[in-house]
């Protein structure tokens, strides 16, 4: 069990798990070995049943159907099981021995038996396990070839009345319910291997339908379930590889489960069966799928069919007549459109799109900013800077924010017009203040921080007011040359965080204190410094992990 250890349990559950988990160590029995798995019964509120996995790379997982184990966490009874196992590791060899001995044992007896008392036995487990005589009877039917029979015991297997409690499949039924109908999926390839595939085809269509209307009355937070999906989904393929059912039919099947809800049980893809659809079989999977997405345009699913088909066909146009049957008033599909148009080469007409984008957009404030990235970038690689910096421009008298500012300073810095271009947009912004905006005030005192321009963020912080983050911004920019009003800042900020608590309030409050004593460096003023954190000390000494902190940094 070496990838068992007190460090990954901790690591798994968490400092709180973890913690709990000590106190029920003697509350661990029954502990079970198996190839990569230990299961054991743990007394809490309840007797919970606890499985740890030990997978590959010494990867450590586990399960219990305690209220939080349920939910997919890594529970303290898990903790205890883990920690009883590390404690008693000395005494695995024997252990396991002991284990393999007790299997070695039943074995033995069961093989003694005489045929009328296994049978009996068996009798007897099916009175008291219905579950087990279902899947036993879907050994029958399958060994027997009986469409019919498993036919009818697949849709016993898949009925989720026996593991429900007020009509829903709680997690510590699910795995329970998951094995049948992964029996389910075995009865459905042993029909193909003894040469009924057709049959097999037919009964791996009807089970998708069956578990799609099931799952979403279980809990499935492992992913039994969606795993069984997977299953169904290969057993079907491997079905129609064996069969060769009719291609036309095959199509329609394919087009249809793709827009079915139970597309997302199985992740079935029509492209995977084109070896088996030739090019009669192919063209009908077009036509079903143009079809559909001509019956519903806006249909996500039958658009994303529709675009991979004319994709994996290299139908460029297709592709574009999909995209542009409903475009985005933000101009994102016209993105789409233009990145498709230059994948085939064809870059003007990708530019023409991105162009009618902007212009069809009704708010550039509102439109998709990548979009504008995409052009701005195609003008500056064609040599085209002006056009840059007029999209840039337009984007940023729409939406005046600290971005675009910043963007378009970085395409008139390349067209070498910053300092018109700056006047222009630092205009626009104060014209904002002036209408009383405030959100222009953030954006002027930002854009100006961003500019490095201090004197003038000072100015615009005092006159309009600004953000703590951005007086902090200031201050922290102008502390060896202004150390006064920084000072000044970051006592303000401090007071107020003297009156909160939290280790989180105690680390902030330690880095403005430090702030303040470079700010008293800088002014020749240590001694105001060491009064003010005297002070702050007596009035604050009950916050102890606030004094260890300061202690910690000299204060």
Not at 23 to 31: A, K, L
Not at 225 to 237: F, P, R, S
Not at 272 to 292: K, M, S, V
Request: negative net charge; charged residues 30%; hydrophobic residues 40%.
């Amino acid at each position: 069990m070496g990838g068992l250890t007190e460090a990954k349990l901790r690591a798994l559950a968490g400092e709180r798990s973890f913690e709990r988990g000590l106190g029920y160590v003697d509350e661990v029995s029954g502990v079970e070995f198996g190839d990569g798995w230990i299961r054991a019964s743990v007394r809490g509120t309840e007797r919970y049943e606890a499985e740890l996995l030990l997978g590959g790379r010494r990867k450590l997982a586990g399960t219990c159907d305690c209220p939080y184990g349920q939910e997919g966490n890594f529970c303290k009874h898990l903790v205890a099981l883990g920690l009883t196992v590390i404690r008693q590791e000395a005494d695995l060899p024997r252990l396991r021995r002991t284990a393999r001995e007790r299997a070695r044992d039943l074995d033995a007896w069961l093989t003694c038996l005489s045929r009328d008392d296994l049978l009996a036995l068996v009798r007897e487990e099916m009175a008291e396990d219905r579950n087990l005589r279902k899947r036993l009877e879907l050994r029958v039917a399958s060994a027997r070839g009986d469409v019919a029979g498993i036919r009818s015991r697949i849709r016993e297997l898949l009925d989720i009345g026996p593991f429900t409690q007020y009509g829903y499949v709680e997690y510590a039924d699910a795995r329970a319910y998951a094995d049948q109908a992964g029996q389910a999926v075995t009865a459905i390839r042993s029909l193909t291997v003894s040469g009924r595939a057709a049959d097999a085809t037919t009964l791996a269509r009807e089970m998708i339908g069956l578990l799609a209307t099931a799952i979403g009355s279980v809990d499935d937070s492992d992913g039994r379930l969606g795993q069984v999906g997977a299953d169904l989904a290969d057993a079907h393929h491997e079905a129609c590889r064996a069969a060769r059912p009719d291609p036309e039919e095959l199509a329609h099947w394919l087009v249809t489960h793709a827009l079915d809800e139970a597309a997302d049980l199985t992740d079935i893809d029509p492209l995977d069966y084109e070896d088996l659809l030739g090019e009669r079989g192919t063209a009908a999977l077009r036509r079903h799928a143009a079809e559909a997405w001509q019956a519903n345009r806006t249909g996500w699913a039958d658009k994303h069919m529709m675009r991979r088909l004319a994709k994996s066909g290299r139908d460029i146009d297709t592709v574009i007549a999909i995209h542009a049957s409903d475009l985005a008033p933000n101009g994102h599909t016209h993105l789409l459109i233009a990145r498709e148009l230059d994948t085939a080469g064809r870059t003007a007409e990708a530019q023409e799109c991105a162009e009618r984008g902007i212009r069809e957009t009704e708010d550039l404030a509102g439109v998709d900013t990548a979009l504008v990235d995409h052009l701005a970038d195609r003008y500056t690689r064609t040599g085209r800077p002006a056009d840059a910096v007029s999209l840039r421009r337009a984007h940023f008298t729409a939406r005046r924010t600290l971005l675009t500012y910043q963007q378009l300073r970085a395409a008139a810095v390349a067209a070498a017009c910053w300092t018109s271009e700056r006047e222009k947009a630092l205009a626009l912004v104060r014209d904002d203040v002036e209408r009383t905006d405030t959100s222009g005030d953030r954006v002027l005192v930002d854009v100006l921080l961003d500019d490095k321009d201090v004197d003038a963020a000072w100015q615009a912080a005092h006159e309009h007011g600004a953000h703590d983050s951005q007086w902090l911004t200031l201050a922290d920019q102008s502390r060896p040359t202004r150390p006064a009003d920084a000072l000044a800042v970051y006592l303000r900020l401090a007071a107020r965080l003297t009156r909160e608590t939290g280790n989180r309030t105690y680390e902030q409050l330690v880095s403005l204190l430090l702030r303040i004593r470079d700010c008293h460096r800088h002014l020749g003023t240590p001694d105001d410094c060491t009064v003010y954190v005297t002070e702050l000390r007596a009035a604050q000494k009950r916050k102890r992990n606030l004094m260890r902190l300061m202690d910690q940094h000299g204060l």
